[in-house]
Structure formats: structure tokens, C-alpha cells
């Protein structure tokens, strides 16, 4: 029985979803795949409208459903393509951040970074970075829901 979970954890992949602005980090991820540049494919790309739009409750939800860890990627500070969208999404995101914190969930499994467009090379590494960062931490237990279990 030992050795059948030690295999299940050897062969354990995480799964991160990652939720891109459409006009920075997605288009990165986009230069990323043209310049045939690699990364984990257990990152599952969400392309939203900017990340000052994210609501936290998408990161719940993703977290609820079976994610280990989740990552909102955005437009640099002061380049975004709303002006002010990603000074709104680093407070609100910094908040809830910390909020998850106080609720006794693991805070590395939520990271927020922000990638340009034509930084294809950092969103290739930043998926990797947090890959392996979740893998050290091992699988969601906290915030998955059991019932979310059987349907994926």
C-alpha cells in the first residue's frame, strides 16, 4: 500500500492555473510558444481582460476545483492598457493575498506577477518557477472541494 502512494506522489504533477491580461502576459506566453520556448504543460492559461479586472473569487473558484497553485500575471506597473487596471488588481490581489493568509491557507500556492509582452523568455520561467515551487509544497488539500473530485 506504501509503495502504491509513494508512486502516486513521484508521479503526482501539480496543476497551476494562470490567469493572463490579454495585452502583456498572455501575448507573452504567446512569444513564448512562437519562440518555441518550454514550459510546464500543467499550466492552464486563463486570458482575462486585464488583471485590474480579476476578481478573487476566480482564484477561490480555481483553487475550489482542484488547482494546487494559481497565478495572475498583468501588465508591468504603469503599463497598462487601462492606465490604472493593474494598480487595482496589485491592491485588491495584495489584499486577498493576505486575507488568504489569515485564513490558514498556504500563501505560496497565490502569486501575482507581471510580465510584458515581449518577455516571452520571463513568462516561460515564471511557469516553470512556480511549477516547481508547487511541487515542493505537494497537492491542494486545503480549499479543494470533494465533489469537484469525481467530475475532473
Not at 53 to 72: I, T
Not at 85 to 92: A, D, K, L, S, V
Not at 107 to 117: D, K, L, Q, T, Y
Request: some cysteine.
Amino acid at each position: 500500500m506504501s509503495t502504491a502512494l509513494n508512486e502516486t506522489k513521484a508521479n503526482w504533477e501539480p496543476l497551476i492555473v494562470a490567469f493572463c491580461c490579454t495585452w502583456c502576459s498572455y501575448a507573452g506566453g504567446d512569444l513564448a510558444g512562437t519562440s518555441r520556448m518550454s514550459y510546464p504543460s500543467n499550466v492552464k492559461v486563463i486570458r482575462v481582460p486585464c488583471s485590474g479586472r480579476m476578481n478573487p473569487m476566480f482564484v477561490l473558484r480555481a483553487f475550489q476545483r482542484g488547482a494546487d497553485g494559481v497565478l495572475v500575471a498583468g501588465c508591468h506597473p504603469g503599463d497598462c492598457h487601462y492606465t490604472t487596471g493593474n494598480y487595482h488588481g496589485r491592491r485588491r490581489l495584495s489584499a486577498f493575498k493576505k486575507l488568504v493568509e489569515f485564513a490558514g491557507f498556504e500563501p505560496e500556492r497565490f502569486e501575482v506577477r507581471w510580465i510584458s509582452s515581449s518577455e516571452g523568455d520571463k513568462f516561460a520561467e515564471e511557469m516553470e518557477t512556480i511549477t516547481e515551487k508547487i511541487k515542493a509544497l505537494g497537492p491542494n488539500r486545503k480549499m479543494r472541494d470533494a465533489r469537484w473530485q469525481s467530475v475532473t
